[in-house]
């Protein structure tokens, strides 16, 4: 009996794939967090480059209108 228990206790005792399940956890948390900030801002950053690139596409539109 002692026998088949000691592999078992090795197996419970070990805890050397513990670290990297940890690691990938908190690997997978940081890539929410990073696509749920890329989403929430996107839009407002995406129209902020709208605004500037029609607004320099207009200013070099006039820029030979100036006597």
Partial sequence: MTALCEPLRCFVADESGATAIEYGLIAGLVA???????TMFGTNVSAMYDSISSRAGEELDNINDVP
Avoid: K, S, T, W
């Fill in 32 to 38: 929410v967090a990073i696509l749920g900030a890329m």
